[in-house]
């Protein structure tokens, strides 16, 4: 299959699905009591920060559209898929309300985010409202909220130790990989177990989809961090660089911290050289460092090896042939991203 096959069926795939979820996503938002409603309609992209009606963006939708391709590829009707793609996208949410608060990141989607337009306090709200709402559109199906809610632990250890690196000089790439696996990659992997339990699938075939998604979602977190260094604000929608000016500790920041040789050595005195945020010329000299110590080559390598993993446990699932060519195809797209 071309590249541009790919991307064709993907661009499908991720249309397809949001027009089948958003008027679930609204009927959820709908609910919240203001002013979280506004807050959250403002997140989505649906009403400007004056609560005027708007056609923003409200992200791609990549977990949603994971949850109706599982579904396709195990043989069910999208629309059986569409309450577990709109509790997915509703935590997806909560959690980049909460991300940007707890990492300071000021835009989300080209836009200020929400903590930086209207406090702390309603940031905090908003995602907790998103998360209730999840919980209420998974409510009727035990199987798929307990599926929804041991992502959602795995999603805060991953946080947590997302956030504790920062104070610590001594990661390793172990423990940056099982972080990735918690932070980004259990609620790819959920979705796409979601996807198998909305479709009746048998518990194997569900189990190969959850292993799909996990792999693709550690090769999602790789390319993810590789763009946050060398990639570009327009294709993000947050500025580049900002984790290298926390001193965050991303997979290819911690792999050549691991390294052996002088320029591994001055990234970590350039880390641990203070405590406030590196200026423009450190982040450019942190980035320089980082590929001259392997971490680039390295993390772009990892992402190869989890997206050859993440297509073997695919294979495994014994999806239907144009859902395995369409699943795969979105592992292809975004594990190779430049957008």
């Known amino acids: ?14 249309s397809q699905a949001r027009q089948l979820t958003e008027p679930a996503l609204r ?28 056609a923003g963006d409200w992200g791609k939708g990549i977990r949603g559209a994971l949850v109706v391709a599982s579904a396709q590829a195990m043989g069910a009707d999208p629309e059986q898929a569409v309450p577990a793609a709109a509790g997915v996208e509703l935590v997806h949410n909560f959690s980049l309300v909460h991300d940007d608060l707890m990492d300071r990141d000021a835009l989300r989607r080209k836009r200020p985010a929400v903590w930086s337009l209207f406090g702390d306090a309603q940031a905090v709200l908003t995602g ?10 998974l409510a009727e199906d035990r199987t798929m909220l307990l599926e929804l809610c041991d992502a959602l632990l795995s999603l805060v250890a991953g946080q947590s130790a997302d956030l504790s690196f920062e104070q610590r000089s001594d990661v390793n790439l172990d423990e940056c990989l099982v972080m990735a696996a918690g932070k980004t990659a259990a609620l790819l992997s959920s979705a796409c ?124 699932a014994d999806p239907e042939p144009e859902g395995a060519r369409t699943l795969a195809s979105l592992a292809e797209v975004i594990t190779r991203r430049h957008w």
Not at 1 to 14: F, K, N, P, R
Not at 34 to 47: I, L, M, N, S
């Open 128 to 137: 907790d409202a998103l998360l209730v709402v999840a919980m209420e559109v």
């Open 1 to 14: 299959m071309t590249a541009i096959s790919a991307e064709q069926d993907v661009w499908g795939l991720l």
């Open 27 to 54: 009927k959820a938002v709908r609910r919240l009591p203001e002013p979280t409603r506004a807050v959250a309609e403002y997140h989505f992209g649906w009403q400007d920060r004056e609560g005027n009606p708007a």
């Open 193 to 316: 177990a979601l996807g198998g339990l909305a479709a009746g699938a048998a518990p194997r075939r569900t189990d190969a989809l959850r292993r799909f998604g996990h792999h693709m979602g550690l090769a999602f977190q790789l390319v993810d961090d590789l763009l946050g260094i060398w990639g570009h604000s327009a294709v993000s929608g947050k500025p580049v660089g900002a984790d290298l000016r926390r001193r965050k500790k991303s997979l290819p920041v911690v792999a050549a911290l691991c390294a052996d040789g002088p320029e591994a050595w001055r990234l970590a005195e350039l880390y641990t050289s203070g405590t406030g945020p590196l200026g423009e010329a450190e982040i450019l000299e942190a980035a320089r460092l980082i590929h001259r110590a392997g971490g680039r080559a390295w993390a772009e390598q990892e992402a190869q090896r989890q997206r050859a993993r993440a297509l073997a446990a695919l294979a495994e």
